[in-house]
């Protein structure tokens, strides 16, 4: 979904699904972090 959104922010111009794809990856990195963590308890 984030490179969906990459591509369609920059084909349509749409700086608002750049900014979307932006905080959907992070979030992503957070949860992928914290799943990191959980596993080498």
């Not at 084909?11 to 608002?16: E, T």
């Not at 949860?31 to 990191?36: G, K």
Request: negative net charge.
């Amino acid at each position: 979904y984030v490179r969906d959104l990459t591509i369609d922010g920059l084909m349509d111009n749409k700086p608002q699904l750049l900014w979307a794809s932006h905080y959907l990856s992070a979030l992503a990195k957070a949860l992928m972090d914290d799943a990191e963590l959980g596993m080498m308890r």
